[in-house]
């Protein structure tokens, strides 16, 4: 059974860092790639990262691209999300996301099959 929990969120200022974290178990980590998602409220869950399962080949969306940086400790089975120059428009429920076919580098919600339970995250202006 696979469990991710994420962790690392919290109130920050505009133009502040967050270090989100996810530790997953119940399976061979290091084998599969894996996402960072967000959802704000009253719109859908949307792409924000992703990271090839050696941790070699990363994928960003253009709203976060050169602030956030993924990475990942498969020692530790845990994905990280570094978030610098945060806007309020980041605000949201970020969610970790793994998927279950060894996908090279997904970045849609329908390639992912296991999810944690979300952090907040809110930037105040």
């Known amino acids: 059974q696979v469990q991710l929990v994420e962790s690392g969120g919290g109130l920050v200022q505009a133009g502040g860092s967050l270090r989100l974290s996810c530790a997953a178990s119940?399976?061979?980590?290091?084998?599969?790639?894996m996402g960072w998602f967000r959802q704000a409220p009253g719109k859908e869950r949307e792409f924000v990262a992703t990271i090839s399962w050696s941790g070699s080949n990363t994928v960003y969306a253009a709203s976060v691209k050169g602030r956030f940086t993924i990475s990942r400790d498969n020692a530790k089975n845990t994905v990280y999300l570094q978030m610098n120059s945060l806007k309020p428009e980041d605000t949201a429920v970020y969610y970790c996301a793994s998927d279950r076919l060894r996908r090279i580098l997904p970045t849609t919600l329908g390639e992912y099959d296991y999810w944690g339970q979300g952090t907040q995250v809110t930037v105040s202006s």
């Open positions: 119940g399976r061979t980590f290091s084998r599969y790639a």
